[in-house]
């Protein structure tokens, strides 16, 4: 098969104008879908931004590339807050391993702890809204001739895969908690970058596996979440806590055995 063209830079563009536009969705009613893919346009567009600096078509010290990672980190942040509860509350109501009784209790807490968090997010949404335009035009005006820069996608795949590498950190069953969260981002990141690339079998092989990373990884994190606010909740002893705590190793399992056939 043929190998396609990848415009990064214009891709930033079309990513920029999708985050704007989940921007001005979220911050009129952050419900949950607006909010999962307002987080989701967030990490495509660092993604996007990490990709062109691996291009040599952004410093990596860029100034206009900082003040856009400060105003999107703040954005994943507040939604990121927002969807962990979304996703909490979701585990709460449908997993069966979870006692019942106390499922629904902390489910109705965590309500209105989202609705808080939700109203919080509304707030930087609003803040960050005007001036994230401004802030991502200037970042792509500062790339100046890479404007026009073309790749072919047989090129990127490996660039990207290069990237992971160097992203890695050591033997999967010696990394600790805060280092698999490393590698789970790593591999969210590596995913959104090879969409550039889509057109290619070598692409969607490479999507495919650092989408199943980010799964495994997604899921171990949700319950790592969640067993950590039963154990603020309830205590470390609690039903609740112990089953969640037992969901999460073997989650964590899953994902360390992924990592180490991958």
């Not at 490393?182 to 692409?203: C, D, F, I, L, Q």
Request: with cysteine; net charge positive; charged share 30%.
């Amino acid at each position: 098969m043929a190998s396609k063209s990848v415009h990064p830079v214009e891709t930033l563009r079309e990513h920029a104008s999708a985050l704007e536009a989940a921007m001005a969705v979220a911050v009129a009613d952050p419900a949950k879908p607006a909010v999962h893919h307002l987080r989701a346009m967030v990490r495509r567009l660092e993604s996007q931004v990490e990709l062109l600096q691996q291009l040599a078509a952004m410093r990596e010290d860029s100034p206009e590339a900082t003040e856009v990672h400060r105003r999107l980190a703040k954005l994943r942040r507040a939604a990121g807050q927002v969807r962990d509860l979304d996703v909490q509350r979701k585990m709460l109501k449908r997993h069966p391993s979870l006692p019942k009784r106390a499922a629904a209790e902390l489910r109705e807490e965590l309500k209105e702890t989202r609705a808080a968090k939700a109203k919080k997010l509304q707030r930087v949404l609003m803040k960050q809204l005007p001036r994230m335009a401004g802030a991502i035009e200037q970042m792509v005006q500062s790339v100046g001739t890479a404007n026009g820069l073309v790749v072919p996608d047989l090129k990127l795949v490996p660039l990207i895969e290069r990237w992971t590498q160097r992203e890695s950190i050591g033997e999967p069953n010696a990394l600790d908690d805060e280092q698999l969260h490393a590698v789970r981002k790593s591999a969210k990141s590596a995913r959104y970058m090879v969409e550039n690339a889509s057109g290619s079998a070598r692409a969607k092989k490479a999507e495919a596996k650092y989408e199943a990373l980010q799964d495994a990884g997604g899921q171990w994190h949700d319950w790592l979440d969640l067993t950590e606010t039963s154990r603020e909740y309830f205590g470390k002893r609690h039903p609740l806590t112990v089953a969640a705590a037992e969901r999460c190793k073997a989650a964590r399992a899953k994902y360390v055995g992924l990592l180490g056939s991958s």
